[in-house]
């Protein structure tokens, strides 16, 4: 029962409570894992730390922390409540979706249970935890079918009154309807799967950016005498954003009786911040070797800010890139579209007939105009403004 014991001071009993407990979505509680899956993705996690040039064993040890954190629900002493408590929170929206799946529940259930098997479960989480949100993997996947079910039902009355209205033939309506309707349903529980993981990135990046002026102040506590758990304390209350909210929850653990070293370690955990990852490392290590704390947190500042400047750098190169593929897409070629449209199109009789095979009809240059060249730039404007570094 380690395990368990580890999985509850991990995740239940750490800095900020979490607000809403485990929820019964798919079946009564399982108490045994496949615990060869979550060697797999222990195993995921750790190529990804290396490839990023983070030696994950110093980080986590034997990773056992990691294996607790994914193996939710292996703890049949953690205390499970129902979904219909999440119908008390003070959220609109989640009571709304609660009382949907509880009302629904013996159709959603089961569709619960099939979306469970699906391999991008494995990680939700431990994604979930990454990202702070106080929702155990069941109650979110109760959430998220809820909630797809809900896009499902608004699309079937919408796709039905706009197909009717167009007086489409029978058959054709219904088919539409179906594969509209069963496509709302996806897309809304994959973006809601997605959610998790990108909180947890965008909470990771929040992390960095804060991250050379935290260790700095914590340099020049060190430097002043202070203690280690103090200068944390210090850190946790000095407004850093999401850095202060982490080192809160170090703090916590610490109070809680943790180790110093191994509350750091799950800060490394459960954080998507190389920069972070990084410092925990020569952090622990500079603790274990009695080496001066102060001047290594230094170093690592400069460190990282030096990677936040050649991130601007290398964006800013790939920019005069980028800018050229702009001015194409958005100036150049649809004034091309429209001179070779207009020539297309002409009445006048000598048009060639190289440009009478152009594929450029009206209905055509509208199609590309109102609906593909603002799709493609809003795709390209949506790449650059995702892959521009936080800082």
Known sequence: MAEVDKLKEIILEKGKKPRFKKAEVAEPAETEIDMEKVEKIVKRMREKYREEGVEFEEVGGTLR?????????MGAKIEIQTIEELREVKSKMIKFLAGVYVKLEGILKPVAKTISRFPEMEMLSFYLYSANMHYSSRQYLALTVAGSTVAFIVALLVSSAVLTYLQIEMVTRVLAILIISVLAFVITAVISFMV?????????????????FALRHMSTELRAGI?????????????????????ARVITEVEEGTDTKDALRHLALRTQSKALRNAIIHIIRALKTGGNLSESMNEIADDVSFDLRMAVSEFGQRMNFFGVIFIFGAIVMPVMITILGSIRNSPLKQVMPSFQMLPLTIPVMAALYIVIIPFMLGLFLFYIKNSQPRV
Not at 65 to 73: D, H, K, N, S
Not at 232 to 243: D, E, F, K, N, T
């Open 65 to 73: 922390e990691l294996r607790g954190i994914i193996a939710e629900g």
């Open 196 to 212: 998790p993981r990108q909180r947890a990135v965008a909470r990771g990046n929040e992390v960095s950016i804060e991250l050379p």
């Open 227 to 247: 203690g280690l758990y103090r200068t944390i304390q210090a850190v946790a209350s000095a407004g850093y954003g999401a850095l202060s909210e982490e080192f």
